[in-house]
Nanobody, 125 residues
Framework: QVQLVESGGGLVQAGGSLRLSCAVS????????MGWFRQAPGKEREFVAA???????DYADSVKGRFTISRDNAKNTLYLQMNSLKPEDTAVYYCAADTSKAYSLSTESNDYDYWGQGTQVTVSS
């Protein structure tokens, strides 16, 4: 069983920055494909960023150039650095793990088999 715990959310003014963390249990974290998703009130969950075990990354167009996904395999932790935040970035942010396809950079939530509980990010204007 793999467990994911997000942290780092909060309230920030537009233009500010936050760094989200996702602590992952499991002895083979380095071989997991990982992703960040978000869900705003009244909207469907959407893809934000993905990272695979060889360090390739992918981003939603809406966050390219502002967000950076990274991982520290020694700490079993995934990060999402969010800069130049906008009010439309307000959402609950979830990290997710695909434990079966290490090379994946999937943008589809159904491809991920483990999820965290989410952390709230609120950006005020």
């Amino acid at each position: 069983q793999v467990q994911l715990v997000e942290s780092g959310g909060g309230l920030v003014q537009a233009g500010g920055s936050l760094r989200l963390s996702c602590a992952v249990s499991g002895q083979t974290f380095s071989r997991y494909a990982m992703g960040w998703f978000r869900q705003a009130p009244g909207k469907e969950r959407e893809f934000v960023a993905a990272d695979n075990w060889i360090g390739s990354t992918d981003y939603a167009d809406s966050v390219k150039g502002r967000f950076t996904i990274s991982r520290d395999n020694a700490k079993n932790t995934l990060y999402l650095q969010m800069n130049s935040l906008k009010p439309e970035d307000t959402a609950v942010y979830y990290c997710a793990a695909d434990t079966s396809k290490a090379y994946s950079l999937s943008t589809e939530s159904n491809d991920y088999d483990y999820w965290g509980q989410g952390t709230q990010v609120t950006v005020s204007s």
